[in-house]
């Protein structure tokens, strides 16, 4: 027997809704991807930009007369004054939206978090300002790539990243990529005599360690994000910078006059190759670019994961040695351009294996809509 007009009627009706919720769903999800997409843009020039920039201009420092370790630490961490309008007007958005209630994680907890991780910092820091103080911008920034393998291992234990062959593969190629550079020995006889190759070693050991410790923070951020704050905003991303960069500006400021080098800056100023004007713009470049990376680090932890923003980061590292090439006349030798083209191919592998997931992911959504339906 066959159903009456009313019901016939009655099951288009909700069909055609349905459809219109689903057309409305799916119009909304493409949205929320677009502006996931444009955001990743932003963050990763972020990082992409300020990072070599603000290694180019760490290296000009030494180079034409800078001395100051503590001072070319501090420029990396005092930049944070730059982000307080945007923290000022993200709160003000928020204070327009006070029926949206989020619980907030204890003072206590977010407070102990940012004091770890700026001091964290300062330290880190530290270490990469010697290392960036006694080998070429070459060297070190390919000495950086070793990071995404520290990385890599950390978001295993911390954050549950699964080892895949291309990630292992990735990780092995780095590794080899670095450890070239211990052989290295510059024709210029810039390391000819022991007491050279002794400052060569000690900043390839702490540009070792700065990429270790910069790995382990970035995987404690990501943690944070996951186990305490749980939720997004773009608040919540300049809120970790300003507070942990004070926090490691602090620091600096104690080592900064605690080892008494804060009496020999009038005396660097005034001796700088390239001026006093340029001496502090350098000074100013320097603050801001490394600002900026920091933004965008975290903003690629928060929208992904730790290890993807050190993949970005990595990315951009070949970019430095080719400038220092051209405007700091570093040289190119075998075993750097060696070491540059494993460090690519390590990218690369990562990336590969990215893709397989995404296409993974996608056909998990694709086959989990046509069952629905």
């Not at 066959?2 to 119009?27: F, L, Y």
């Not at 909304?28 to 997409?37: A, F, N, S």
């Not at 700026?118 to 530290?126: K, R």
Request: hydrophobic share 45%; charged share 15%; glycine share 8%.
């Amino acid at each position: 027997m066959g159903d009456s007009p009313a019901i016939v009627q009655s099951q288009v009706q909700a069909g055609d809704q349905a459809k219109g919720e689903g057309m409305t769903s799916e119009n909304g999800t493409e949205l929320v991807q677009y502006k996931w997409w444009i955001q990743m843009v932003i963050y990763s020039i972020f990082v992409l930009c300020s990072q070599s920039i603000g290694t180019l201009l760490g290296r000009l420092y030494f180079e034409k007369g800078g001395n100051s370790k503590w001072l070319a630490t501090l420029v990396q961490t005092i930049g944070f004054p730059i982000l307080i309008p945007f923290l000022l007007m993200t709160s003000t958005k928020n204070n327009s939206n006070k029926n949206i209630e989020i619980k907030k994680p204890p003072f206590l907890i977010v407070a102990s978090l940012y004091t770890l991780l700026g001091l964290f910092i300062a330290g880190d820091c530290m270490l990469y300002t010697i290392g960036l103080q006694y080998l070429p911008v070459t060297t070190y920034s390919l000495i950086c790539a070793s990071q995404l393998g520290f990385n890599a291992l950390f978001s295993y234990f911390l954050n549950k990243q699964k080892f895949t062959p291309y990630i292992v593969n990735s990780l092995v190629i780095l590794t080899v990529s670095s450890s070239l550079l211990v052989l290295h020995n510059d024709d210029s006889g810039e390391h000819s005599n022991k007491t050279s190759r002794r400052k060569y070693m000690f900043g390839f050991l702490s540009t070792i360690a700065a990429s270790a410790g910069g790995a382990l923070m970035l995987c404690i951020t990501q943690l944070a994000f996951q186990k305490i704050f749980k939720r997004e905003s773009f608040r919540l991303i300049i809120e970790m910078s300003v507070y942990q960069s004070i926090t490691a500006t602090m620091a600096i400021l104690i080592g900064l006059f605690a080892s008494g080098e804060w009496k020999k800056l009038d005396k660097e100023m005034n001796e700088y190759k390239l001026g006093k004007i340029l001496y502090v713009l350098n000074l100013i470049g320097t603050a801001i670019s490394w600002q900026f990376f920091t933004v965008g680090s975290i903003g690629l932890i928060f929208k992904v994961s730790s290890l993807f923003s050190n993949v970005i980061s990595i990315l951009g590292l070949p970019v430095a040695p080719v400038l220092a090439v051209i405007f700091l006349h570093d040289k190119l030798t075998g075993i750097k351009v060696m070491s540059m083209l494993l460090a690519i191919w390590g990218f690369v592998s990562y990336m590969y294996q990215h893709y397989l997931d995404d296409l993974k992911d996608k056909a998990t959504k694709k086959g989990s809509t046509s069952g629905a339906l």
